[in-house]
Nanobody
Framework: QLQAFGGGLVQPGDSLRLSCAAS????????VAWFRQAPGREREFVAA????????IYADSVKGRFTISGDNLKSTVYLQMDSLKPDDTAVYYC????????????????????WGQGTEVTVSS
């Protein structure tokens, strides 16, 4: 029900925009998040958008460089990634919850029950 795409190989300092497209229209109360998993590391939270209230939260490691946004008409959520660093190299996953989760739950992967396949981002010179 979710499809993530837009990954690729870029150089440090470059930008990339990931997209997460839902197979059905997103409306009402929902939250969409991006997580990432680097080789040999656990999956970690990157950013989340809660539709009701327009809340956006970010991991400290990406704050100021990444921006999450949504287009309800296209049922797509984007992750604009600027000033990319080698540490951003990972497989990025998008996930959704249709139950209007509370803010404190947005960073937990257990909040989300709909997951897309990953898209790989490699930042290397």
């Amino acid at each position: 029900q979710l499809q993530a795409f837009g990954g690729g190989l870029v150089q440090p300092g470059d930008s990339l925009r990931l997209s997460c497209a839902a197979s059905r229209r997103l409306s009402g109360s929902y939250a969409v998040a991006w997580f990432r998993q680097a080789p040999g590391r656990e999956r970690e939270f990157v950013a989340a958008l809660r539709y009701r209230g327009g809340n956006r939260i970010y991991a400290d490691s990406v704050k100021g460089r990444f921006t999450i946004s949504g287009d309800n008409l296209k049922s797509t959520v984007y992750l604009q990634m600027d000033s990319l660093k080698p540490d951003d190299t990972a497989v990025y996953y998008c996930a959704a919850d249709l139950g209007n989760p509370i803010l404190s739950a947005l960073k937990s992967e257990y909040t989300y029950d709909i997951w897309g396949q990953g898209t790989e981002v490699t930042v290397s010179s």
